[in-house]
């Protein structure tokens, strides 16, 4: 029996992140489930910018492990499985800080306090080489964590 809950997270993909007044962000163009592009687009196809919203959560009372979030683009061609992405870009971040704020681990009730990393990259300008899957991984004490993805492609 699991005594602290799985961890999860999630991504957004958009056209920019801008920081607003009063810690608020804005998201530009929202992505859903595809980035489509213009019929007859080529690749390698050079976007003006590409923010990324990654969120994490995880029980407060884990191991203080880094987090790593790898971004890479994986050909749609190839197997489903391959974790050999064409690297976008990664950031490692320190757990002990995020978990700190978390307290104990656990709130009166004896529910689970949940630890909550949040980050914003914004690539500017971005290089997408080829269509295919583009998607966010966490790497944390030891186990690979898919975030999301979304596919890229030009429309037919």
Known sequence: MRTTPLPFGNVIFCDDIRQEAGGKLSLMGIYHSDMVFAAGTTFPLMLPKLGVLMTWFESAATPDDDLMF????????????????????????????????????????????????????????????????????????????GLGAINVVAAS
Do not use: M
Not at 77 to 84: C, G, L, V
Not at 111 to 121: G, K, N
């Open 70 to 145: 790898k971004i890479g683009l994986r050909r749609l061609e190839t197997d489903p499985e391959a974790e050999d992405d064409h690297p976008l870009g990664e950031i490692t971040l320190n757990t002990k800080e995020a978990k700190a704020a978390a307290a104990s681990g656990r709130d009166l009730s004896g529910a689970y306090v949940r630890a909550h990393l949040s980050h914003t990259i914004v690539f500017s300008p971005c290089l997408i080489p080829f269509p295919g899957l583009l998607r966010v991984r966490v790497v944390t004490g030891g186990e690979v964590w």
